[in-house]
């Protein structure tokens, strides 16, 4: 039997709140691979970051996502942890190794991750079910990441991880 899957987003608000949440969706348009061995969950997040305006290639495990990554480049992975024949861990492992400054957003259910760890080589995690909003604000912090690193090098310096300008 297949798990059912909730996608939440909240009603648009009005006034001041609403303006401000629709400031956090990313304006950069994104070449984005999106990778997870269910079909409701690709075709989900799929969706949503075409509705955003992104071009988006999926793939159904990490062996068919390594081969589209190769073939192309993506300006950001979206993957599920766990499916079969790869995990997300290990994609983004092979992934950081060839693309080192790729965003990935690893997507896993609240439960998989014990005490809040972060595997190696992820950027991002988004619980399941997805609640849009926070995705909303993980694309947000990429975008904010991009124009920082973009600011750094225009003016010959380097952006640390914490977002601070050094030279």
């Known amino acids: 039997m297949c798990p059912t899957y909730r996608f939440f987003e909240r009603r648009p608000e009005k006034g001041t709140e609403a303006r401000r949440r629709k400031a956090e ?3 950069l ?6 990778v997870d061995d269910r ?15 992104h071009t988006v290639e999926t793939a159904t495990n990490g062996l068919d996502a390594l081969e589209k990554f190769d073939a192309s480049g993506f300006d950001l992975v979206v993957t599920d942890r766990r499916m079969p024949e790869m995990s997300g861990d290990q994609l983004a492992s092979a992934i950081k190794s ?11 259910f609240q439960h998989i991750l014990a005490g809040g760890e972060k595997p190696a080589n992820v950027d991002f995690i988004v ?3 997805i609640m849009l909003t926070e995705f909303r604000k993980v694309l ?6 991009s124009r920082l690193e973009s ?17």
Do not use: M, N, W
């Open 25 to 27: 969706v990313p304006s």
């Open 29 to 34: 348009k994104q070449h984005i691979l999106v």
């Open 39 to 53: 079909p409701l969950v690709r075709e989900f997040v799929t969706g949503y970051l075409i509705r955003l305006g």
């Open 98 to 108: 060839v693309a080192p400054t790729c965003p990935i957003i690893l997507l896993v």
């Open 127 to 129: 619980s399941k079910p």
């Open 140 to 145: 947000a912090s990429l975008e904010l990441d």
């Open 151 to 167: 600011l750094s090098l225009s003016v010959g310096g380097k952006v640390s991880t914490d977002r601070r300008y050094t030279t």
